[in-house]
């Protein structure tokens, strides 16, 4: 609020109207505009959220239903990424760029602690929504790298953003997926906890197979919307600043984090709360499925959704180009 307070002090006449704001561009070398992108920044990286804002994320997730953990996964996350590229990016370009390096390191820890401490949890729902904070550091780090380049590197940097973005809708699809199929454990047996389950797949034979298919996608593999996301975020922001390979390893440590999860619920011998667990419903099944039918679509032709994202990527990089 204090950050969008000093937008409206800064432009004349004040004003809260964006394309005014942008055409106004009171701020510009302007030393106060760090100040006022720093109290945006922060409010919007707990709303994403990114380390060490992040901190409510897991609790609300496990307390809330899983239609909950879906609708906060798919929409309310990308309040905080659609935030930067809307407002803090184009409104504030000397600043973003002066505030870049901190962004990238903050993207960096985000996608390497996230997936570390989803990596270590029992509780299969904490696990997810670990991973959001991992998925959510990815578009950070595009976006801090697209605005570290300054007026270089254009092609890059725009593949950068348009990986964010594109990433904004993967997560969404992906992740609320993930969180209506860990209802339907909860549903069945009162519990996420990956220890009271094996051997599930005998069971309930659907649900191991949508579960698997959200494990892959969401861990990048090819044919999935994240992998091109994450292809283009690495694409764009290796090619602007190397140091960004730093996050690499985040892809697989998420790729372990799954495969440990689907080994110890879905393999081995049925004990547990496993033994008598009813298949997908209808309505399960469609609910979740669509969302990863979605995925596959955007991950196999790509092009449409591209398309949309890449002329809005390009103007934004010509705003905070430089």
């Known amino acids: 609020m204090l950050g969008f307070i000093g937008l409206y002090l800064g432009a004349e006449p004040h004003t809260f109207d964006i394309p005014e704001l942008l055409r106004a561009d009171a701020l510009r070398n302007n030393p106060a505009g760090v100040w006022v992108l720093g109290a945006i920044i922060v409010g919007l990286a707990v709303k994403t959220p990114t380390v060490p804002f992040h901190t409510w994320l897991p609790p609300a997730h ?32 000397d600043a973003w760029r002066a505030l870049a390096p901190v962004l990238i390191t903050v993207g960096v820890v985000s996608v390497l602690y996230g997936a570390l401490v989803a990596l270590a949890q029992s509780d299969l729902k904490r696990m997810i929504a670990y991973t959001s904070v991992n998925h959510m550091g990815y578009i950070v780090l595009a976006l801090g790298a697209a605005g570290a380049a300054g007026g ?16 904004m809708v993967s997560h969404g699809l992906i992740t609320g997926a993930l969180f209506l199929l860990a209802g339907v454990l909860h549903s069945r047996a009162g519990t996420y906890s990956m220890g009271a389950f094996g051997g599930l797949a005998a069971p309930a034979p659907r649900f191991a197979a949508f579960f698997a298919v959200g494990a892959f996608a969401s861990l990048g593999l090819p044919g999935f919307s994240g992998f091109i996301a994450e292809f283009q975020i690495f694409a764009g922001s290796i090619g602007t600043v190397p140091l960004t390979a730093l996050a690499l390893p985040g892809i697989l440590i998420t790729a372990a984090l799954f495969l440990r999860a689907l080994q110890r619920v879905f393999t081995g011998p049925t004990t547990g709360k496993a033994a008598g667990f009813a298949d997908l ?8 499925g669509g969302l990863l039918v979605l995925s596959v679509l955007i991950g196999l032709f790509p092009v449409p959704l591209l398309d949309v994202i890449a002329p809005a990527s390009a103007a934004l990089v010509g705003v905070a180009g430089g």
């Open 62 to 93: 496990t307390d809330a239903p899983a239609t909950g953990s879906a609708v906060l996964a798919g929409v309310l996350l990308k309040m905080g990424t659609y935030g930067f590229v809307r407002i803090a990016m184009p409104l504030l370009p």
């Open 152 to 167: 270089s590197a254009t092609a890059a940097r725009e593949t950068a953003v348009t990986g964010a973005v594109t990433q």
């Open 281 to 288: 419903r209808p309505a399960e099944a469609w609910s979740a």
